[in-house]
């Protein structure tokens, strides 16, 4: 992984996502409203509740509407009922893309999933086509501004803490576990007093593929045009960003 940055990545999209807080929070609460109508509304014994509510309250969601969320989950209305889905392709020039959905109308998402692929040069495969160049990682992030540490020391703390890989950058620490591992190492480092920036189980890609020209700008307005998506919650690829400002 090293010399791409997941965070970085992240943050280059942030100000596009800014634009869209209102969507982005409409997606958090539904993602909320499955981890708490499959496991309950107590963070403390819902790990996956616990782990979108960190989400949310790092995306700057206020609480009124996670609290919100979760009682609608819990209640005894009758509200829809999310399905998730996750669809696989190749974007111009054959990056992967792994899109996960939450729906509560297949027919509907598989169309505009569909309809973003074909009108950005891509293209649906099936599953499993390119599930395989990803794996399943756990991601923390610390800003390293105001924080009086050595790469070293941080890396040691990380390790012992559980975690597998640490990737510096000028502006943080990344450090990746295994998913099981995830909380525990969280756990560990907030001891320690350090806060996250970003905490969250994601999909690393294991290969990356670099694009210029017209299949970058095809590549970029696809992810832009799933993410803009109400049923889409997550788009990981493996677009190599590294050169990118």
């Avoid at 909320?32 to 509304?41: L, N």
């Avoid at 111009?92 to 074909?118: E, H, I, Q, Y």
């Avoid at 480092?189 to 290969?207: K, S």
């Amino acid at each position: 992984m090293a010399g791409h940055s997941k965070w970085k990545n992240i943050q280059r999209r942030k100000n596009a996502q800014d634009a869209k807080r209102g969507k982005i929070f409409m997606k958090l609460a539904k993602e909320i409203y499955v981890a708490a109508k499959m496991g309950g509304g107590d963070p403390s014994t819902n790990a996956s509740l616990r782990l979108v509510i960190e989400k949310a309250k790092a995306a700057n969601m206020p609480n009124e509407n996670i609290e919100r969320a979760i009682k609608k989950a819990t209640g005894n209305q009758n509200h829809a009922n999310y399905e998730e889905i996750r669809y696989e392709g190749y974007g111009p020039g054959g990056v992967a893309v792994m899109v996960v959905c939450l729906t509560d109308n297949k027919n509907r998402t598989a169309s505009n999933v569909r309809v973003a692929f074909s009108k950005n040069g891509g293209n649906l495969g099936e599953t499993g086509c390119v599930s395989y160049l990803f794996e399943r990682k756990g991601l923390l992030v610390i800003a390293r501004e105001e924080l009086d540490i050595e790469e070293d020391d941080m890396l040691l703390q990380a390790i012992e803490a559980g975690a597998e890989e640490m990737e510096t950058t000028d502006d943080s620490f990344e450090i990746y576990t295994a998913p099981e591992q995830f909380e525990d190492v969280k756990n560990a480092l907030a001891a320690n007093g350090f806060t996250f920036v970003d905490a969250q189980i994601t999909m690393v890609p294991q290969t990356y593929t670099k694009l210029t020209g017209d299949d970058l700008t095809k590549m970029l307005k696809l992810i832009d045009m799933l993410e803009d998506d109400d049923d889409v919650q997550e788009v990981y690829h493996n677009l190599d960003e590294s050169d990118m400002e």
